[in-house]
């Protein structure tokens, strides 16, 4: 079975090959398609996507692949890749410079190595479990201190989240927080937390079938010394809906305050 180190490793010598193939489609993607409503899909992320799935398939046959565009294929090892190929395919396609590469790798109960590709500004998030977190060489540690009343948050939103169901929750949390911001890739913005850019990503979707947005920064945030958790404070887990990921004291904050003041 390979280590953390060696999937990392092979994630370190594919995402150069998907992001050029991103960042050479940016300036003239093609045509836009709608999966549905609200989802768009160019045929650059299919391309990447196939590339990644050749290459972890031929790697090793026997993993588990869930990818974005091209779906689920089971496999008979302990090791299940998820595999976004453009998150932040509206930005990505409109011209706007914010998306990126992402994929993680999933064993047992957790994100075991991640990688996260800015290919506009060549920045490469990476990590492998007990191996610490990266961008490009340098190494990633938060610093805990951080309070809600002075953090950046990313809030992502989406219909049916808690956060949208409670009655008053945004304007409260614009008054709680220094700064709200929703940027159009979550991997992206949670690579961001591990790199002190950001402080709080505020998630209202984390089922194992959406894994794909979030499992290459997971590994990275997590070896950061950022805490991944869902609204019971629990490790995000298969079974969780809403994620809060950042500097473990900063996401208890944001938990606390939600549970006892939402609104
Ligand atoms: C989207 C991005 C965005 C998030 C959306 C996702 P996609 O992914 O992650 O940040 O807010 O919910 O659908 O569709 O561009 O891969
Ligand atoms: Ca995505
Ligand atoms: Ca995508």
């Given at each position: ?5 060696e ?21 003239n ?51 299940t ?67 809600l ?14 956060y ?92 606390d ?7």
């Amino acid at each position: 079975m390979p280590t953390p180190h060696e999937l990392s490793a092979f994630l370190s010598d594919l995402m150069p090959r998907l992001g050029a193939i991103a960042k050479d489609g940016y300036e003239n993607p093609g045509p836009v398609e709608w999966k549905e409503r609200g989802q768009p899909v160019t045929a650059i992320d299919r391309r990447i996507e196939t590339l990644a799935r050749e290459a972890i398939h031929q790697a090793w046959p026997g993993h588990a692949i869930q990818g974005e565009e091209h779906g689920s294929t089971p496999g008979n090892a302990p090791t299940t890749w998820y595999i976004d190929p453009i998150d932040g395919t509206m930005n990505f396609a409109r011209g706007l410079p914010f998306f990126s590469v992402s994929i993680g790798a999933w064993r047992h109960d957790r994100m075991i190595a991640g990688s996260v590709l800015d290919p506009l500004r060549n920045e490469h998030f990476h990590a492998a479990a007990g191996l610490g977190a990266h961008l490009n060489e340098r190494p990633l540690q938060l610093k805990p201190g951080r309070v809600l009343r002075d953090a950046n948050v990313s809030l992502q939103t989406s219909a049916g989240s808690r956060y949208l169901k409670t009655p008053g929750f945004m304007p409260a949390l614009q008054r709680r927080v220094a700064k709200t911001r929703r940027m159009g890739s979550i991997a992206l913005e949670m690579a961001y937390v591990a790199a002190g850019r950001m402080d709080l990503v505020v998630g209202g979707r984390s089922k194992p079938q959406d894994w794909w947005d979030i499992a290459g920064a997971w590994a990275v945030l997590e070896e950061s010394g950022g805490a991944v958790l869902d609204l019971s404070g629990k490790n995000l887990s298969p079974d969780s809906s809403h994620l809060v990921a950042g500097e473990p004291g900063l996401a208890r904050e944001f938990i606390d305050w939600f549970e006892s003041h939402p609104a």
